[in-house]
């Protein structure tokens, strides 16, 4: 995860009376804060007047652990989603293209900024969320999650054309540990894999600001 965390939601920090470049550069040290898979930050933005283009990296891509490059799109759609809550945050709309042009492989998006959108408190809320945003590798407590937020989260997967299921019965939810188990067990006994993952191993320092720290 990167170092650098916005500390709070401060709209008069926002440079509104500068040129679209000046503002998308500002807007940009939120996109970066996206989780991506081993903290490899695939992304590449590019800034051209209103218009930010991303771009896949794909020599971050992890050939053994994500060989058909599934996780880095997903790494780089977070990066963008979090492009897109900072604009409606500061009171700015978008019109994003996704996969503009199919002959290029490696472009994700197109994002143009617009303005005049009303912020409303849920953008507020995911704005705030982007900071607080961290990896937690304790173990899960045994506190069952509300209905409330469950149904929550199901109608946000539904508005953004997915769908998401809990499994909640214990059969169930022993059957997939099994399953994940015995992934990490194939895994651990690849040399590719394990390469991979030391590949994007960081020092404990702090000098490197992608991949995993060892201490992890």
Known sequence: MPETFIESFAPEEFPHHVTPEEKLRFLLSYAILAPSTHNTQPWLWEISGDEITLRADFSRQMPALDPEGRELIISCGASLEH?????????????????PDRAQSDLMARVRLLENRLTAPADEELFRAISKRHTNRNAFTEQAL???????LRADADGAGAWLHFFTGEDERKDIAALIATGSDVQACDHEVRWDIANWMSPNDGTRRDGIPGYA
């Open 146 to 152: 509300p209905e409330t937020l469950l149904k929550t």
């Open 83 to 99: 492009l897109r809550i900072a604009m409606h945050a500061f009171g700015y709309d978008d019109e994003t293209t996704l996969f």
